[in-house]
């Protein structure tokens, strides 16, 4: 597997321990399940965007953790659904793929509520699959004890060969145990990735997936989905950083709704991510957005290559 290196990581590699294990790990599950906010929690830092909204996640991640004794790069693929239009194709396939080339599964469900068929869709892909599977139940914050045990048990039952890790993404409970799980699971091997890297994602990329984050968060239905963002510009001025942003939608309403009574929507759509983008800066963000329509940019493969929504 071809390892890109990190825009502007500085390589300063370290010696590889005695019994040091490296490898890949892919989180696959169905929208919403909580993979993103579970990569944020494990390397301690934002590095995907979360929202109550499924499918928010629409590229593959790497985050990368490097504990004392192994160095797992996670895989976020974006929801395993089935494909209603072309981005919808692209995502599903993504999430496919990533299956085929790591060490671990870790396929995960959401353990707050009872499983479902969409999760029996999941089990069925995971069973033709060779390598280890650990079964991961999210949200256990949501559910009392009682409940707890059986939505285990029915998951033990729908998968019986695979280790079952209760835990919760946003409070971090079991989190360790689960790591510590997948990192067995992986082969000897050196560090990948200098230590302290925790994502191997474009720093524009970021920047555009904080922009649609506050566009998840503060509209609503079609135009969520209905919305690509692009930074046009980003430069260095004096002791801040100036980003110029276009956010594409695909109908002249929609981008009416984006911007709102006298701009107040794009106002605070804009707000919103200068606060995320000042904490990855640590400094001032002038931040300017545009909003263009660009009529079924979702159903244009040319398109979908340059926002990096590729079908690899
Ligand atoms: N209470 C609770 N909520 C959680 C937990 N993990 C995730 N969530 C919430 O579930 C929602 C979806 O989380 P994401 O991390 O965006 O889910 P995802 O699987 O990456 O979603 P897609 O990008 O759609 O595939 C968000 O509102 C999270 O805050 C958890 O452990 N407990």
């Given at each position: 597997m071809q390892i890109p290196i990190p825009n502007?990581?500085?390589?300063?590699w370290t010696p590889t321990p005695d019994g040091f294990r490296s490898g890949f790990v892919a989180l696959i599950g169905r929208p919403n399940v909580g993979k993103s906010t579970l990569l944020n929690q494990l390397v301690g830092e934002k590095v995907a965007i979360t929202s109550?909204?499924?499918?928010?996640?629409?590229n593959r991640l790497r985050a990368i953790l490097t504990t004392e004794t192994a160095q797992l790069v996670l895989l976020d693929t974006p929801g395993i659904h089935k494909p209603h239009h072309l981005l919808g194709e692209r995502l599903v396939q993504t999430a496919r793929n990533?299956?085929?080339?790591?060490d671990v599964v870790l396929a995960l469900m959401d353990g707050s509520v009872p499983m479902g068929r969409g999760d029996q869709f999941v089990l069925d892909l995971l069973q033709q699959i060779r390598q280890p599977v650990l079964l991961g139940l999210n949200?256990?914050?949501?559910?009392a004890a009682q409940e707890q045990a059986e939505l285990i048990a029915s998951y033990q039952a729908a998968l019986p060969l695979a280790p079952l890790f209760p835990f919760s993404a946003t409070s971090g409970e079991g989190c360790a145990a689960l790591v510590a799980a997948m990192a067995e699971l992986l082969p000897p091997g050196?560090?990948?990735?200098?230590?302290?890297?925790i994502s191997d994602q474009p720093e524009r990329l970021l920047l555009a997936e904080l922009i649609r984050e506050q566009v998840l968060h503060l509209t609503r239905e079609e135009i969520p989905h209905s919305v690509a963002v692009q930074i046009e510009r980003l430069e260095e001025d004096g002791p801040r950083t100036a980003v110029l942003a276009t956010v594409m939608v695909e109908r002249s309403s929609q981008k009416g709704i984006l911007i709102g009574k006298g701009g107040a929507m794009l106002k605070a759509i804009g707000t919103g991510a200068r606060l995320q983008m000042q904490k990855v800066f640590d400094g001032p963000v002038y931040l300017e957005l545009f909003v263009k329509v660009v009529p079924h940019w979702r159903q244009k493969p040319g398109r979908l290559a340059e926002l990096g929504y590729q079908g690899e």
């Open positions: 502007g990581t500085e390589l300063q109550p909204v499924a499918q928010t996640t629409r990533s299956i085929g080339e790591v949200k256990q914050d949501l559910v050196p560090m990948l990735y200098p230590a302290g890297t």
